[in-house]
């Protein structure tokens, strides 16, 4: 498992290098373990109208939705930060959809911050609230 994590961690440093980030310059890589054994990558992606852009997290989630997964096992996050990345809001409320997986948190000198995804959203509004 160990081998695992180092293994998402190179990844997700990898997919930092992929970053469009022409308006901040701020680039983020994350790698997410599903329960099947597979792995996706993702980088954030800005656009003009700075609004649409999306984070790295959230391209690797909807990267692996979109192939067929929605059991998560880990996600791993990097930024070029001097303490753990901090992942924003919409984030976790788009990690909270598919459960309480483990979530490692990664500065530019890999300090790294283990947390579940109720730790980073606790009290969050679940798709259980909307059947009747
Ligand atoms: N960003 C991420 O991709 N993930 C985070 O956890 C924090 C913020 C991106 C969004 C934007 O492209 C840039 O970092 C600055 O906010």
Do not use: H, W
């Amino acid at each position: 498992m160990k081998k695992k994590i180092e293994e998402l961690i190179q990844k997700a440093f990898k997919a930092k290098e992929n970053a469009y980030t022409p308006y901040s310059n701020f680039k983020v890589g994350a790698a997410l373990l599903t329960k099947s054994g597979k792995i996706y990558t993702g980088c954030n992606v800005e656009n003009a109208s700075y609004g649409l852009t999306c984070c790295a997290e959230r391209v690797a989630i909807f990267k692996a939705v979109s192939e067929g997964e929605r059991e998560f096992d880990t996600l791993v996050v990097v930024g070029d930060t001097d303490e753990p990345i901090s992942p924003c809001g919409a984030c976790r409320q788009v990690m909270s959809e598919f459960g309480d997986f483990e979530v490692i948190l990664v500065s530019k000198d890999r300090k790294l911050k283990k947390v579940k995804v109720k730790d980073l959203l606790p009290y969050s509004f679940e798709k259980e609230n909307l059947k009747k």
